[in-house]
């Protein structure tokens, strides 16, 4: 039988793994810890570091060094999504499109994690090329695939860029519902710098779009960067 100390202290054990850090959003901790050196299991989550705080040329390389030493798609599939997105972040969309169709294999696979990550992936580069309609008709069959694998930083992506194709698609007012609900989402599950991300585009987007009084707009904006 379990005490809440003990589920206390799984939480804390969860939370402290360098794949809870990549979802939360903390690339440079990610980084810090495996300057030295990783373990195989762990190169998707150090790619995912690499590829989303901007380094690249080395996410390139430690994923072309992962790849022939992986036998599990499931890990192949997230490491590529993570470059692929990085790719995307960078102005290198035909890269990250090449990337992105690695997976392709996998957007019907009868897994679901792996069917999240490849459709997800498709789903970011089409955003990024301006293809919204595509972008959207990958980013809920990702949303799908992540509730039926219960798996909640999937659920918490596809939210995310189901937001932005929203917004983007002129369906601002639902755009700002998902972003709302991809914040409490982030808050839910621990991922602090995910959480203020979303609360920082809302923000953006009620300047941009003068959703609400300009100096309300501009107070906000000033809370969120302090």
Known sequence: MTTPADDDDA?????????????????????????????????PAVIGALALSGRIEEAESAFNAFLPTSEDEGDQAEARFFL??????????VLALRRARESLSLVRAPEARRRFWACQGLAAV??????FRQARRFARRALAAAVEARFAYGHFLALDLLAYVSVHTGDVFAGMRLLSQAEELAMA???????????TATHVFRLRLL????????AGVEAVVS
């Open 189 to 199: 599950l621990g991922y602090a710098e995910n959480a203020q991300n979303e609360r």
């Open 211 to 218: 959703l609400t009084e300009l100096a309300s707009a501009i």
């Open 84 to 93: 692929a997105a990085g790719l995307c972040h960078a102005g290198k969309s």
């Open 126 to 131: 089409r955003f990024f090329d301006g293809r």
């Open 11 to 43: 939480r804390a054990t969860q939370r402290d793994t360098l794949e809870f850090l990549v979802f939360s959003g903390a690339y440079s901790e990610v980084l810090a810890r495996t300057a030295g050196g990783y373990a195989p299991t762990e190169a």
